[in-house]
């Protein structure tokens, strides 16, 4: 069994400080704790950061590891979490979505 990363960049209609600020403070508040998790963080975009290679078409991205698909699949369906993307969905221009299988050393 492997783990899994769940990696989610949202880009918002309006991404003022408040905004932001916002969607941060949802993050924490329904998405970290859940069962399975074995790490979660949640950030903003490093616009210093400018190679040719960075993508800058998001404000804040959202990093869970989960213990096995088993793990994440409760997650999706998880109460908190729904609330989350109904409450915040509004102000959402665009999620992108990265899971993929962790091979581990």
């Known amino acids: 069994m492997s783990q899994l990363s769940h990696m989610v960049y949202f880009t918002l209609h309006d991404p003022s400080s408040e ?5 941060l403070a949802a993050c924490h ?4 704790g859940h069962p399975g998790v074995v790490y979660f ?3 903003t975009l490093n ?3 400018a190679r ?3 993508d800058h078409g998001y ?3 959202l990093n869970l590891v989960f213990e096995s ?8 369906v998880e109460p908190r979490h729904l609330q989350f993307i109904e409450e915040q969905k509004s102000h959402w221009k665009q999620v992108r979505v990265f899971d ?6």
Request: without cysteine; proline residues 3%.
């Open 29 to 32: 508040k329904y998405l970290d």
């Open 52 to 54: 040719p290679v960075n």
């Open 59 to 61: 404000d804040v991205a």
């Open 41 to 43: 963080s949640v950030g």
């Open 69 to 76: 698909r088993a793990a994440h699949d409760a997650y999706q």
């Open 47 to 49: 616009r210093d950061l």
């Open 100 to 105: 993929s299988d962790l091979v581990l050393a």
């Open 19 to 23: 905004n932001v600020r916002g969607l």
